[in-house]
């Protein structure tokens, strides 16, 4: 039985990443998951927290918005923002991409990363990570191309997708709808080779055992290795 829009169980929506969408940031991407749409933006500032100082390390932080027409009815401006959701979301954007970054190497900077939901289907703030990631990358080649940083800052690569059971199915990147229907549904970020940076999971539904839990966890290794893969075409199309 084909999905909602005609996917496999194991299959992505459509990827796709825009690469300097906006001037002006040191890295900017649009990603397009199927129907969300998500704009990440990565700005460099040479400071850090004041209790970031004594390490002599950087740091890495993300904010998270969602625009007020980004779903089917307006969400105030202040409640996109400001939101316990979007709170919790930022914290976890922040903590899957220092994953990426070796922070001691970072020096004296603290990067930035705005993610900006400008068309939510689900899996918006997996798009995030996926999409800030290439961000992150794209703003650190510009440092380490000008002398600033070493080659090495950038250590991983840093990809999520959602994955859930669904009328007795496990499936893979969940649109709003698949997601609103789920029994059981994780939200996994996995580094480039195959270590798990989160997973945050719920039963909906009735709990769950270990073996819907693997059968989750597999799916989810098995999408995010496309991701990674997608990531790194369109940093190789960005002149990475």
């Known amino acids: 039985m084909s999905r909602i829009d005609g996917r496999a169980d194991d299959e992505l929506r459509p990827v796709r ?3 300097g969408f906006i001037t002006y940031p040191e890295g900017s991407v649009l990603i397009e998951v199927g ?10 500032e040479e400071k850090v927290p004041a209790w ?3 390490s002599g390390g950087g740091w890495l932080t ?7 027409r980004a779903t089917h009815t307006r969400i105030p401006r202040s409640a996109g923002a400001e939101g316990a959701r979007s709170q919790e979301i930022r914290r976890l954007i922040g903590r899957a991409l220092r994953a990426a970054v070796d922070l001691a190497r ?23 990570v ?15 191309q000008a002398g ?33 229907a789920a029994d059981a549904d994780l939200n996994v970020v996995m ?16 709990p769950f055992d270990r073996d819907a839990l693997d059968q989750l966890l597999d799916l989810a290794s098995a999408g995010i290795k496309q991701l990674l893969q997608r990531q790194q075409e369109a940093l190789t199309e960005a002149g990475f």
């Open 17 to 19: 990443f825009v690469t």
């Open 35 to 44: 129907g969300t749409r998500v704009l990440c933006n990565v700005s460099v």
């Open 52 to 54: 970031r100082e004594a």
């Open 62 to 68: 993300a904010e998270y918005a969602m625009l007020p």
């Open 106 to 128: 970072l020096g004296p900077y603290t990067l930035t990363v705005d993610c900006d939901v400008l068309q939510a289907d689900g899996g918006t703030r997996t798009a995030a």
């Open 130 to 144: 996926t999409g800030g990631y290439v961000a992150v990358a794209l703003a650190l080649s510009q440092m380490i």
């Open 148 to 180: 600033d940083l070493p080659l090495d800052v950038l250590r991983t690569p840093i990809a999520a997708v959602s994955v859930g059971w669904v009328d007795g199915r496990p499936l893979l990147d969940l649109c709003y709808a698949e997601d609103a």
């Open 191 to 206: 580094t480039g080779d195959g270590r798990f940076v989160e997973v945050q999971g719920t039963a909906e539904g009735s």
